[in-house]
């Protein structure tokens, strides 16, 4: 059922008829209240309620009549129907219909704000005709055209009971979905880049198959509030400054004066040969890179941290982690990024929700894969990506060759589902190269860049036609996209050239001298430039700077994303399902065990019975504190530079606090680096004779503990200042060394100027842990032959307090370097 609806009066409207109402009527009506509210929830405005009946209207468009409002005839029809809105629903979806069957006449299948427009003054001049006392909206577009079995649909499952009646209350095909909010206080001729409401059943071209099915899941997206954002950008500009020893410091113009402006509706392709700059301008778009010039605007408003969350980007290169499954990555993201007033159900839900919408069902519970492992295939991984994004139902969303790679099939399937998104009322912008027809023929506008400028901005129907009319046109069959990137790239090969052109590179012509094999790529794109600011340009500058206002809702930052304890929890949950294949890793198992075996057969059953053995012994314990100090520095220092690209995409999009990342990150890697020191000592303990205690065995295991967590904190940190694999593990290499040399069993004689080493060395506080529980020299009676061996008694052990102390400010220490320098790191540029 199709009703015309002012929102604002329609929980007024429908309060009294949940009175009046049989009971499966006011669950029904109860739904609908629900879903209005959540779509507006001011509740003030004057009532309007506007239901059109065919039944009392022998013809459709000329006897649209606005009827007033009369509760209990309404309410007579819902229960005299038994359904709601039974009889009303049959006339007014057929008023609807043919309403669209008239626009697809006049604009191909599109029903525009236009056509809209123009029945709402045709109904204004009715009324006055009429006399009808009902009062007129000011603005036909105001109203919310609702499907109110689409909209029963969707929370069909919320009201326990109700499922068999509202199975029963509509048929499938009568569906229409047309449920939009568009406020526009324009006058209609003002009206050029207008929001199109599309009827998807008229809709000729929507491909069959696969892609149907898309074309209805994008359904869902729409019940969300709507917040629409109209991108404006003039003469942008962007300038970046060459790093190297020749250039440095010189500066590289990579964008020059690009325009244009794309729609809630609409996909803006920008098309160009590689190093044209795409990229570069999608960047600027998105606010990830500012712009050295022009100006660019969302809404007429300039970017602000208020669109972080409305604003999705989907990176060229598919950043996931490579052990989560599918369903697990788009949960995590849904739990981190969704706001928090959805509950932890909820955005579950709605994590499934878009698996589904992508077709991502059979792939769910598949690992996403990367270098070393293999997972989900390259179109199912693109497009997990693009569902990371549109969890949050971003009101801009811009995608980076979102089909690099792809098969045709593939590529039109993910085109397709960007134009459904846009069809709900999103606006696209997205990067492509060398778009098959039948993708080409699914952008709405198009930008063709080359060196930065841009060649051609319109409507990508008429970029063929636009370069027909300066005299170029191809002579050989080929699509659209290899016409426009062969003219991008200045090749004129087996085309038409423009006479302008050919005039100066014929004989006699200013550039016949110069040039003998006509025109240079340099030239073609000289002349097209000249032919596009001197035609098209102005033209699109004043067009593009018309305002086009769109009706916002309130934008509260602070309710999105989880609490901090939540993105702890999730982070840390995250974080031992990444890196559940490690703790089951046989290798490092094997690795320890081995050690340990090796460990406890040199030393077996050694004792400290004579200097030389106590020597020996403490050997052995020094060497406990180099591997159990090496191991963890070597692990923690890969964290980073590995994940720095994934860390600095979901910094950036603000998807957590860098605290809860570091802490969550840092606890779920324990249980790996805890876990495996007890297996070692456990079997050489028993090996290799040392002080058979529990308290001696337990003191040994905690001393080990505390010198992990600080070697992971030295890893962490080195990782976090370098970022690359290569540097950091140099870097890592040189302090476990330097740790290990000055950990006091090598050298016992160091040069005052050097004596200072000792007291950063991990090694040296470990293992003088190890010597103190082993030996135990303190106080009381000297334990013989060990105490008083001159070896032992060199090291004047102690209590080991200092020792203690000193691991846990490393453990601190390292740890807090480590969040500074990541918090010193560039995420705009990373990303
Ligand atoms: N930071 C930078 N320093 C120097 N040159 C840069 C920088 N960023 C971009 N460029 C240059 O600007 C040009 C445009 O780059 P951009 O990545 O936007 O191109 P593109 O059209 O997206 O290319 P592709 O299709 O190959 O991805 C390239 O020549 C690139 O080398």
Redesign the pocket.
Known sequence: MWLALDTKALSIVLQPLVNHCTSDTLRAITVMTMLIRYQDDSVQSELRFAVTSLEELPAPMENKVDVDLDLSEICAKIDEAGLIGNAARDSTSAYYVKNMELADKEDDIMMTKKTLLKMRSFDLNKASQNETPMRKTKSFTSHLLVNIDELINRVAGSFEGTSAFLSNSHSDDEIHFLSSIYESSLPPESVTDVITLRNPKSDASAPSGEEDSDSCSWRKIQIEPPFSIYLKFEDVNHK?K?KGNRNSGVE?S?LQGVSGSVCPGEVLALM?P????????LNVLSGRVKNSGGTITYNDQLYTKSLKHRIGFVL?DDIAFPHLTVRETLTYSALLRLPNTLSREQKKERAMSVISELGLERCQNTMIGGTFVRGVSGGERKRVCIGNEILLNPSLLFLD?PTSGLDSTTALRIIQMLRNIAQAGKTVVT?I?QPSSRLFSKFDKLIL?SN?CSLYYGKASEAMLYFSSIGCSPLTAMTPAEFLIDLANGNIKDKSIPSELEDKFLPGGECFERKDGGPSPGDVHEYFLGAYELRASNMEKIRISRPVIIAQNKLNVEEWGATWSAQFSILFQRGLKERRHEYLSTLRVVQVVSTAVIVGLLWWNSDASSTMKVQDQAGLLFFISVFWAFFPVFTAVFTFPQERIMLAKERSVGMYKLSAYLIARNTSDLPLDLLLPIVFLTIIYFMVGLKLTFPAFSLSLLSIFLSIIAAQGLGLAIGAAFMDVKKATTLASVTVMASMLSGGFFVKKVPPFMSWIRYVSLNYHTYRLLLKIQYNCVGGPSRSVICNSPFIKAERLDYGGTEVVAIMAMIVGYRMLTYVLLRRMKLRNEA
């Open positions: 970046v060459l590289k990579i160009g590689s190093g044209g700059g795409k990229t570069t301008l060229q060759e990067t190269h860049l930065g």
